[in-house]
């Protein structure tokens, strides 16, 4: 009779990891789901699905919003201000814009790329781009993005960050205000469920960062050390 | 070929075994399908292949044990 017990609650467990794979299929059973990297445990059809019914998975939550503390490299090389995918350098009009592609896996807390003052922020809806560069690469497969632009002013000149995000997410967090003075790997703000952070730089700045690198807020040198103006 | 369902007031061996292993073997298979870059053909064919050698062997060591 004990050994009876004992096979019945074994196959009981069995039997209730296999209901919950079913239950939770095709997205992971929640018994391996703390072994999995980030991207198979929230596969990225689950996400948009979240993102649809607006509602999300808390571990999710408690992963999507860490803020990790970062290490700037010493010197004034120009950082990148957020973790992400380069996806393109253009350079258009006298600016490098370099476009960091942000996945829903990538830390969203984005950080200053150099010390100065905050010149401005900007912060505009859905029509901010109109007519000014609806047609920018990095643009193109976004439909009236939500954005907000921090400019700041440093030794290597004006520099500015935009902060896209989609019409479906639409908050982008800014902790810094006009005037203030900020360091290189400064926490300036956050997207939520956001996607993609633009660099803007002056195209007399040599960039080391390349097209297809994963970069780092505040640690990823993507214009190499300069001397002072 | 009773004890192999049922023995002495318990699950035959046999039984308790195809069972439990044919369950890990299924989780084992998900787990795979999710970290592994491999085609799901090449992988269900992999699994299928792997279960009958685990199911061969149990039923081969329970024919040997001759319960």
Redo the contacts between chains.
Sequence with gaps: ?F??II??I??SV??G??TL?GCYFPY??P??RWG?PPN?RWPEAQIRHWLEMGGFQQAFLNYFYRDPERAPPPGNSILAPADGLVTSAALRDGVRYLVIALSFWDMHVQRSPVSGTVIKVESKGKDFMDGEGREFAFLREKYCPVQKRVVFSSDSGEIAVRLITSLAARRIEIWVKDGETVTRGQRIGRILLGSTVVLELPETLNLSALVGEHVKAGETVVVEEMSSA | MNAFWWTYGHLGWGFFALSVFTAIWWLFFDLCWRLLAIRIGRLLALMAVGWVIGIGCILFGFYLAGW
């Design positions: 009779m050994l009876l096979q019945l074994i196959l069995l039997a990891a296999l794979w992971p059973s018994l391996i999995l198979k």
